[in-house]
């Protein structure tokens, strides 16, 4: 039977709610994205613009202003406002979940003359329904619009016709205004001066025009190009507005759907807080930056991926000055490698790929098991692919600490989906593999239905579902397939919040491995990481950010002992031995790689080739 697409409405809203590449929280939890077609290189999750009835923007975006050109940001939407809003959504997509199901019915009565007539009978459907959707979608804004984002991104789930209506969406929506975005930078960072007062040049056309904000390309006085984030004077309102009501209805079915939404929501309802505040995200961008320059075990290391940083202290709440990012954002690569006679599956294609894999593992292993504070959005959009393959991570809005506790329950339990996965298939050995999985997936805080509730195949398999192989048999015949009844996703009850992330992350890690067909086991890359964090459990530390303050010269003489200053002021010379020699890696892998190019096509082609047979033997060795 075809599923029709709005039967995935809530499932697309929930999708939305932590954003494009994880699909959080019930039907479609932890599914891989197409890597080809995914959001805007801005990333912010989303919403809204221009509906009258819920703030006092005008029909371009703008906000009313006051006399004095003050740019005022509205009040949040009232309960009236909002179910209003709720109302006038559904009013106009239920006909079309309704036309799908009747369809169905006639179907069932009376059947086509064919497999093709009735394929033929369902894409006319899906022209009319996708229409209907894109069209309410693009005059309700808000957060429908991650909504459309994302089945946009589900090539897996909705049809074409869907699929390619909506991807309009992915390339930002309509920008504001030059006039508006230089009102809100001379109010939030200039007191009212004129922008030359800061800037050199400051260009009026966007990088990127997203629900939440947009970002313009800029150089300061002292001759710095950076980039500049700002947030869309009308976006709050709608926004949390809508995430009220996904809360509201969430709560009230919670009895009737079959994962916790509410959860789902809360945690998207908390991340869009910070979001919503630039001072937030630019304190999140440090904080990550430390993390990935760090190892688990806390000591220094070079980083696999770059973060832009704020530059000085040019942010406000709605205004964020950072470093500019060249680069290609992950998911128009491939487009861009073709560009440039680069085809996929080819040995350079494959080497990028591992390479961007590698990077991306190691990065979020260290933020997970490590400092514990997580990039929260991960998806390709926001991930920028510079020359060599260099990786940047940007957009750091959507953010989460991990308590000590629940890093070390996480590195457990990813210890045993490898155990697991490494060991036997038969006997008791297996068993007790399972059976430690179970235990560790409802230690973390996994509740499963209740007549579910004792079945450790089940708790194993959510464990498995989430950090193990994508291929991998799940125990007691749990399927992998997300859409499927035997799912285990479909089967849990309520799941921490954390959940949500981590899936994120993990999914965006599996999704490019198996679009790029690369083997890859996420238990096995972060098996290291997790052996350090669980060695050093006993030993608790300052957070990196904290060491580095209590290190530093402007630190308070009186609350630091001599010895203890002296104790930080000495380098350990087995950490600037590991560095140089990072350091000289990637030196002589640029001086490789600029060789290489400059080689005939056809000796280049075998020196590639050379070299992806030996990372997939490096890779095969590690598994």
Known sequence: ????????????????????????????????????????????????????????????????????????????????????????????????????????????????????????????????????????????????????????TRVDLFPPAYTEKLQALQDGIEPMPFELVEGVVRQ?????????????????????????????????????????KLQRPNVEPKLLGDVANLKRISKALAKSLPVDYYTVFSELGDALVNELDFLAEAQAMKKIDYAISHCTDGSPAQRPVTVPLPVGELVSKRVLVMDFVEGVPLNRLQQKMKEKGIEPGSPESKIAGRRILNSLSSAFGRMIFGAGFIHGDPHPGNIFIQEGGAVSLIDCGQFKALPRK???????????VDAYQKGPNYGFVHKEAKDKLAGLTRAFGVKLTEENKDDDDLAASVALFLFGDADRELPGGYS????????????????????????????????????????????????????????????????????????????????????????????????????????????????????????????????????????????????
């Open 1 to 152: 039977m075809r599923v029709p697409p709005l039967a995935l409405l809530l499932l697309a809203t929930s999708l939305a709610a932590t954003c494009s590449a994880f699909q959080p929280g019930t039907t479609a939890l932890f599914r891989a994205p197409a890597a080809t077609s995914l959001p805007s290189p801005l990333g912010a999750v989303t919403t809204g613009a221009d509906t009258a009835d819920a703030t006092a923007a005008d029909d371009d975006g703008a906000p009313s202003s006051s006399s004095d050109d003050t740019i005022e940001f509205p009040p949040p939407l009232t309960s009236i406002e909002r179910t209003k809003r709720a109302i006038e959504f559904y009013k106009r997509v239920l006909p079309v979940l309704a036309a799908y199901k009747a369809k169905e019915i006639e179907l069932k009565f009376k059947p086509a003359a064919s497999e093709d007539e009735e394929e033929r009978i369902w894409k006319d459907l899906d022209e009319w329904g996708s229409s209907r959707i894109a069209e309410t979608i693009q005059d309700m804004k808000g957060f429908y619009v991650k909504t459309g984002q994302v089945i946009s």
């Open 188 to 228: 939030e960072l200039l007191d009212g001066a004129p922008l030359s007062d800061l800037f050199r040049s400051f260009d009026e056309e966007p990088l990127g025009a997203a629900s939440i904000a947009q970002v313009h390309k800029a150089t300061l006085l002292d001759g710095r190009t950076v980039a500049v």
């Open 406 to 416: 629940q890093r070390l329950q996480l590195a457990e339990l990813v210890l045993a």
């Open 480 to 623: 992998t397939n997300e859409l499927d009844e035997k799912s285990p996703i479909k089967l849990i009850a309520s799941f921490p919040q954390e959940f949500v992330l981590l899936g994120r992350a993990t999914v965006l890690l599996k999704g490019i491995a198996k679009r790029l067909d690369v083997p890859f086991s996420l238990a096995e890359k972060w098996r290291q990481g997790c052996q350090l964090t669980v060695s050093a459990a006993s030993d608790p530390q300052l957070p990196l950010w904290g060491e580095s303050l209590a290190n530093s010269p402007a630190g308070d003489p009186e609350s630091t002992g001599t010895s203890a200053k002296a104790e930080a002021s000495k380098v350990k010379f087995s950490q600037v031995a590991s560095l140089l020699k990072v350091w000289g890696k990637g030196k002589g892998r640029r001086f490789i790689e600029r060789v290489v190019k400059k080689l005939p096509p056809e000796l280049r082609a075998k020196v590639l080739e050379a070299k992806l047979r030996q990372m997939e033997r490096q890779d095969t060795s590690t598994q």
